[in-house]
Nanobody, 120 residues
Framework: QVQLVESGGGLVQPGGSLRLSCVASGSISDIYSMAWSRQAPGKQREFVAVITNSGSTNFADSVKGRFTISTNNAKNTVYLQMNDLKPEDTAVYFC??????????????WGQGTQVTVSS
């Protein structure tokens, strides 16, 4: 099976930075893309950023210029560097990945999420 585990969330003041990590583990054959989404209280989950296995990236307009996404392919890890954080960035951040495993054809997997709180 495949598992995604996020880490790096926490409490930060406005204007501060955090780096989230997400490690994919298990019987992985190929990773096609890795992405981050977030869900604030009372709101629907929304796309934040994605990176493909070719290195292409895309960001939500609300985070462009403040967040960057990168991977360590050898470690099956994706990072989300978040700078100039704002209170409206407060949410649970979820990692998801498009993966082909040993047992299953290509499908999307999700992590359990990590809380990010931006507050003074």
């Amino acid at each position: 099976q495949v598992q995604l585990v996020e880490s790096g969330g926490g409490l930060v003041q406005p204007g501060g930075s955090l780096r989230l990590s997400c490690v994919a583990s298990g019987s992985i054959s190929d990773i096609y893309s890795m992405a981050w989404s977030r869900q604030a209280p009372g709101k629907q989950r929304e796309f934040v950023a994605v990176i493909t296995n070719s290195g292409s990236t895309n960001f939500a307009d609300s985070v462009k210029g403040r967040f960057t996404i990168s991977t360590n392919n050898a470690k099956n890890t994706v990072y989300l560097q978040m700078n100039d954080l704002k209170p409206e960035d407060t949410a649970v951040y979820f990692c998801n990945a498009d993966i082909r495993s040993t047992y299953y054809s290509r499908r999307n997997y999700w992590g359990q999420g990590t809380q990010v709180t931006v507050s003074s």
